[in-house]
């Protein structure tokens, strides 16, 4: 099974400022990494998938980066609705999801 | 617009079963493999089936093969999860997902309906 491992479990940043969030697999993915956001009481949504494609009707300011085992989500500017939990997936291998980083108001 | 609506959640004991149904509009259903995801309460998310376009590809993850089995019926729309022998560990929140069509990503979720297994 491939491990998704996600750093910082918390991460408390300002508004208007920028959040990154990392995710590492435990081996390559190649580029089936696929990131989600999930605020509390409501089902996840894609907002990243192929790496760095965004996915229908995401803002710009959400980008995605890396290779292999290594991933980046960045949200350039927060705005409020982005405080909420990110997974990063992987669809290499079967799938498997990093165990979530809450974005929180600092 | 793409809807997914769960329904068929509830309290159940251990050992019994149970099914849930996923009511798709908006898309070509048949056009698309869809999937199963769960959450156990305040944790993350687990892959748990997936199916093919025409039900002749199904997929389980390890903690659920051989007591669920996934299924569609392309003429209603309609994506099935047979439950059976529920242990307390399958208690969460399934949702029903669209895989995307380009790759094996989720690109649309329903809201979930929360199945409990308790004594």
């Known amino acids: 099974e491939v491990v998704m491992t996600q750093s910082p479990a918390t991460l408390s940043v300002s508004p208007g400022e920028r959040a990154t969030l990392s995710c590492r697999a435990s081996?390559?993915?190649?580029?089936?990494l696929a990131w989600y956001q999930q605020k509390p009481g409501q089902a996840p949504r894609l907002l990243i998938y192929?790496?760095?494609t965004r996915a229908t009707g995401i803002p710009a300011r959400f980008s995605g980066s890396g290779s292999g085992t290594e991933f980046t989500l960045t949200i350039s500017s927060l705005q409020s609705e982005d405080f909420a939990v990110y997974y990063c997936?992987?669809?290499?291998?079967?799938?498997?999801f990093g165990q979530g980083t809450k974005l929180e108001i600092k | 617009q793409v809807q997914l609506v769960e329904s068929g959640g509830g309290v159940v004991q251990p050992g019994t079963s149970l099914r849930l149904s996923c009511a798709a509009s908006?898309?070509?259903?048949?056009?698309?493999?869809m999937y199963w995801v769960r959450q156990a309460p305040g944790r993350g998310l687990e892959w748990v089936a997936l199916?093919?376009?025409?039900?002749?590809?199904?997929y389980y993850s390890d903690s659920v093969k051989g007591r669920f089995t996934i299924s569609r019926d392309n003429s209603r729309n309609t994506l099935y999860l047979q439950m059976n022998s529920l242990r307390a560990e399958d208690t969460a929140v399934y949702y029903c997902?669209?895989?995307?069509?380009?790759?094996?990503?989720?690109?649309?979720w329903g809201q979930g309906t929360l199945v409990t297994v308790s004594p």
């Open positions: 908006g898309f070509t259903f048949s056009s698309y493999v």
């Open positions: 192929g790496v760095s």
């Open positions: 997902a669209r895989g995307g069509i380009d790759g094996n990503y989720f690109d649309f």
């Open positions: 199916i093919s376009y025409e039900e002749s590809h199904n």
């Open positions: 997936q992987q669809y290499n291998n079967w799938y498997t």
């Open positions: 081996q390559s993915v190649s580029s089936k």
